[in-house]
Structure formats: C-alpha cells, structure tokens
C-alpha cells in the first residue's frame, strides 16, 4: 500500500534551502551546486526510519532489488540498517540481493522496460517477497511498466522504496510503498544521484548551479 503523504518530509526550496558555507563540499564541486537540499545526516537518519518500517511489515526472506545506477548507494545505507533489524516477531530478515539495470523503451504499439537480468533470471522471483530500491521517482513511467513486468514472473509480494519522490506536473500519480522525502521539480544531484555521471561522489543532496549544467555537458 503506497505511503501517506503526510508521513514523507516535505522539502521545498525555500524552507530547505542550506548555504554551502555550511556544510563540507568538495572543492571540485564547489561552483556546480547552488544549495544543500537534504544534509548527509538527514538523509542517514531518515534511511534508518524507513528500514525499521520496512522490517516491521517483513515476517520472512526478502529478495532486494537495485536499481542501479543512482540507487546503490541508498540501497547500501538500506541493506546496513535492516540487517541490524528485528520484525515483530522478534526475528532477523533474510536478504538475497539482486542488481537491476532498468531502460525504458517505447515502440509504435507499445511501451515498456528492458532490464539486465535475463528472463531465466526472473524466473527465481516466482513465490518471493521482492523490494525494489530506487533512488528517485520523477513521472513514475518507467516504474510503473517494470512492476507490471515483474508482475509476469509471480512474485509473492512486490513492494517498493525510493529515497525521492519529484513532486512534478508530469507526475502520472504513482507513489511507492515507503519514500523518504518528497522534493521539489529540481535537478538534484548527490548521495549517488548524477549528472551525465557526475556528482555521485557527493555525500548530500544538492541542487545542480547553472555552471555545474555548463561544466559538466556532454558535448
């Protein structure tokens, strides 16, 4: 069942809005972002919140899906957290772990996603409990078509996590079952988000500046 609204942190630009002078930046990104939305230790402290959520509704083996590029680094902080977990019943959670590289496509008859692992691969998710990692729902498209596609293979049960949800007009209104904050219709980068690659190895959440877009184009 997808989360309450009320019940992610709302962050906006006006009221989350931290100064560079505030917070340690890498000098070879200082110029390419223009503010700090989410601090390192919110977001850490806010992954551990969700983790004790997604334990207390998990009673046995969960098979947790990547969704890579821009969400190892979430789903690391994630898997960290819920291995030190008990659920209600005062157990563990078993973890199997799996790494998805997703593409969406559309053709004239159809829309759809492509995805890394082969459908002999899938196969295995028939009768599991599968969580799938994001790091950040914009329109929803691309998620919606891979649920339907993981849909074929059978799970037991689908549920999914994205550390962001984008609150945007072109938004076709799907929200996961466990989000961390709600930002807004900015480019934002950091804490494994990229831009053409970049900026992963920042530890924030950070709004790309004009100069970063120039600096770091691809040509």
């Known amino acids: ?33 223009s503010s ?29 899906c990547c969704i890579l590029k821009g969400g190892h680094q979430y789903f690391a902080d994630l898997i960290n957290a ?12 078993p973890l199997s772990l799996e790494f998805l590289r997703v593409k969406s496509y559309k053709n004239d008859t159809s829309e759809g996603v492509t995805m890394s692992i082969t459908d002999e691969e899938c196969k295995d998710f028939k009768g599991k ?17 891979l649920l339907k596609k993981l849909e074929t293979y059978q799970p037991k049960s689908i549920r999914v996590t994205s ?7 072109k938004s076709n209104g799907y929200v996961p079952d466990y989000v961390g904050f709600s930002i807004p219709d900015e480019f934002v980068v950091g804490y494994a988000l990229d831009y053409n690659e970049y900026f992963r190895d920042l530890d924030h959440i950070c709004v790309i500046s004009e100069h970063g877009k120039k600096a770091y184009a691809i040509q």
């Open 163 to 169: 550390l962001l949800i984008k609150k945007t007009p």
């Open 36 to 64: 700090i939305l989410i601090p390192h230790g919110v977001i850490m402290d806010r992954v551990n919140k969700l983790a004790r959520l997604i334990v207390a509704e998990t009673t046995g083996p969960l098979v947790v």
């Open 82 to 93: 819920v291995k030190k977990l008990t659920n209600k019943e005062g157990k563990t959670v």
């Open 1 to 33: 069942m997808p989360m309450d609204p009320k019940d992610w942190i709302d962050v906006t630009t006006e009221k989350n809005h931290y100064s560079l002078n505030h917070f340690v930046i890498p000098h070879h990104y200082e110029k390419d972002v």
């Open 129 to 145: 409990n599968l969580l799938i990692v994001e790091d950040i729902i914009d329109t929803g498209n691309t998620m919606v078509h």
